[in-house]
DNA sequence: GTGAAAGCGCTAACAA
DNA sequence: TTGTTAGCGCTTTCAC
């Protein structure tokens, strides 16, 4: 920085605007020599247009916002690392904004976000939905990357993936690994894809008859995973978990592995999302992998394509795919 | 966005100046009534000062870089998520750049960044110096997180673990169990705080020979862990296992497992990094713990005051800490 | 082929 | 107590 367009202008014996024209390719009427020299200037001054200015000027920043609950909860990163690629090809840059799914923290950083005239908005999250109506009110493209989102938001672009059938595949593979007493540990809430739902409609689809004993719902960690086991454990007996995502397998593994409980020998668990380390935990999780880098890096085109070229904003299914490891 | 300073002075009677003023408290000279009236209208409109044209014209736009190798690799979101909640506890933003720790690319994204007018930037790096000198030359304030930095940098601040006494104390407390052939695992690289060196203080200091058989360097990941102890196996015996940081020891006690050896009863294995599902392997992974999140925020904190209050850079050493599980 | 004028939204310095 | 002027660095329009 430092150096401006006046400063090569000045060095050149021409005007800003003609710099300008020539740096940004704006302007096909300038005389070969005039643009050579310029250039050969730009280069020995190291000019480098300034974004800021031509943001305001332009009103547009090349900079998108990622809001997210917490970049250091695993799956984001991935999300995160898609869109910034995604974004660096395109020649943006992202903003990262982690709002521990508060709904405070959503408004106020989305406030700045839109003040720092960022081009779009990812929203990334796990939960409710909040202030879905404060973000469309901002008048931004908006693409959510979601696991689980309630309601239909015209307007926002959608990355999605069918959680509730990929827990109906993942119960049905244990179903079809002879469980019958299977278990369910989630999150507590209510969600367009049901992961519920899902682990409900396969064991209907078995025959198997489904118990509230052996479903514990809480919260995406460790602690609910291993509580949950406990819990269900000492109410009834079990053949099978399913579990909400990879961080609940963890916790219901140690579980298991305090209770001297073998795996998949007595008890089968199949875990969500494929974080990167269930292939090292021991046994090696089962699982159901969701894109996390696609997603982000759909996200981005999405929004992308939408703030350069206009083209609406839509809805993408993105396929999960079952990891069959050893702990089923 | 969209309403300006001129819509709210229009409305509320007076110049964009005086708005200006009311909305940031730059003049205790003006009348209550006048101040009231625009508060309200300020309300009224919703009004949010364009931050992009703030920084334009004060020539600075609160705003960090961070520049990484990779936030999907464990340990950064960590730091990440530091810069953040520090930024903006300041009303500051983070714009995220990973570099997959190449040279062009850093060279590239700091060009970005600055032309982006960022104010500093935190430079959180695992290898090579490669392009200090052209972060210097940005003439931005910059702040190293930095596990391992090669040379004194003057000028920038540095936030820094003192990895070599870290792994100092890991192999003694392998030592101090009863290991007498301890290998050592690591990434392949001269720092300042030289792991290896750490290793080879440690045996002396115990009056045990260093043997080059039982030393392994590659990079920061499973495959090393997991391939290392098997080259090292290969040659000779051993009884514990130094890693350099906690992705190798996951490869390690996969190895491990995979030829029935028992740990901590065969063969003791210490970690590094003390990454969120150390303590979930199996068993809990025995490591060091650098303070990531900390180390973010420390980083963010240095820069900001710089920032703000010109307060001059410096060097921090933030303390690791053993953290004893079931390896050892 | 090139440049002058105007303005993006804001604020510091100075006037009134 | 308030407003005018000027300008941050850039680009668009339109005149030359």
Redesign the interface.
């Known amino acids: ?2 150096v401006t367009l006046r400063d090569v202008a000045k060095k050149a014996g021409v005007s800003a605007v003609t710099v300008s024209k020539v740096v940004n390719g704006t302007d096909q009427h300038i005389s070969e020599e005039t643009r050579l020299r310029i250039q050969k200037i730009v280069k020995e001054l190291g000019y ?6 031509k ?2 000027k332009e009103k547009r ?1 090349n ?1 998108l916002g ?1 809001l997210l609950p ?4 695993s799956f ?3 999300v ?2 898609g869109i ?2 995604m974004a660096k090809v395109h020649g943006f ?6 709002t521990d799914d508060s709904a405070e923290q959503e408004t106020e950083r989305i ?7 960022v081009d779009g908005i990812v929203f990334a999250r796990a939960l409710k939905n909040s202030n879905m109506r404060q973000l469309l009110s ?2 931004l493209p908006v693409v959510v990357v979601d696991r689980d989102i309630e309601t239909e938001h015209t307007g926002m672009g959608q990355i999605f993936v069918d959680t509730q059938r990929g827990i109906y595949e993942s119960t049905s593979l244990l179903i079809g690994a002879g469980c019958k007493k299977i278990a369910f540990i989630s999150a507590e809430y209510a969600a367009r894809f049901d992961r519920y739902q899902g682990y409900c409609d396969a064991l209907q689809q078995a025959g198997l008859p489904v118990e509230p004993k052996r479903v514990y719902k809480d919260h995406y960690d ?1 602690k609910t995973g291993y509580e949950g086991l406990y819990r269900i454990l000492a109410n009834t007996e079990i053949d099978g978990v399913v579990c909400g995502n990879d961080m609940i397998a ?1 916790g219901v ?2 579980a298991l ?1 305090e209770k001297g409980i073998s795996v998949p020998g007595q008890v089968k668990v199949i875990g969500f999302d494929d974080v ?2 269930s292939r ?3 046994p090696p999780l089962t699982t159901v992998y969701q894109p996390a ?1 696609q997603m982000g890096s759909a996200a981005a085109e999405m929004l992308i394509d939408h703030i350069l070229y206009q083209k609406p904003l839509y809805k993408k299914n993105l396929d999960f795919e079952l990891r069959i490891r050893n702990t089923v």
């Open positions: 920085m430092g480098v247009p300034n974004a800021v200015a943001g305001l920043t900079m990622f917490d970049i250091s909860n984001f990163p991935e995160a690392r910034e690629d840059g992202v903003v990262m904004c982690n406030r700045f976000l839109s003040s720092r005239m901002s008048g460790v963890v593994l140690n592995k990167y380390f090292y935990l021991s880098y």
